[in-house]
């Protein structure tokens, strides 16, 4: 009697700890997100997975680097490459809310050379859909946003 409760309660054990690893590691690899949410991301992932940075300047290249290493441990590259994200502000928030997540490993010197690279890249391949966005954006925030944009830009355009 006595013995059979200590094989249960090691059963028992067994049966959480196992429970608990699957949990991480599935969280690790996707948190679950509702249907239209999902239907978003996978079609984001459906686009190019590599974007063409031979006329972008020289120092951004690390950033690049930087960004297809950290960015793809748990999705695709093609999620973030064809986003709607185009706004700094919007990139800011994003970038946080990845190096956020358990196990991203992504310290914030990374976080904010990857940011530099998505607002410099949205200024140039995503100008279009960046332009419809300033155009419906307050004065005030299309202010700080065009200046973040400058930002980046001076700081990699000289280089
Ligand atoms: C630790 C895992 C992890 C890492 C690392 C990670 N992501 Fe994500 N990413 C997720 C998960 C989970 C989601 C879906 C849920 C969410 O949006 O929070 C997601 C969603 C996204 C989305 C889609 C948001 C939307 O709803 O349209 C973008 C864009 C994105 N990630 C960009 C990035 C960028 C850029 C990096 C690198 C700085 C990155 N991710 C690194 C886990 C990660």
């Not at 950033?63 to 093609?78: A, I, M």
């Not at 890249?121 to 100008?127: E, G, L």
């Not at 419906?136 to 000289?158: F, G, L, M, N, P």
Request: charge should be positive.
């Amino acid at each position: 009697m006595k013995m059979n409760l200590s094989v249960s309660v090691r059963a028992l054990l067994f049966a959480a700890t196992a429970l608990a690893l699957t949990g991480a590691g599935a969280a690790r690899a996707e948190d679950p997100v509702d249907a239209a949410t999902k239907a978003r991301l996978d079609a984001f992932e459906k686009g190019p997975a590599t974007i063409d940075i031979s006329k972008y300047p020289e120092a951004l290249k690390d950033n690049y680097e930087l960004f297809s290493q950290k960015c793809t441990q748990c999705h695709k590259l093609s999620r973030p490459i064809n986003s709607d994200y185009v706004l700094p502000d919007e990139w800011s928030r994003y970038v946080k809310r990845m190096m956020h997540k358990p196990g991203s490993g992504i310290s914030s010197s990374d976080g904010k050379k990857i940011y530099e690279f998505l607002v410099y890249d949205s200024s140039v391949r995503k100008k279009t859909k960046l332009d419809e966005k300033l155009a419906k954006a307050s004065a005030e925030d299309k202010a700080t946003a065009e200046a973040a944009i400058k930002k980046v830009r001076d700081q990699y355009d000289a280089k």
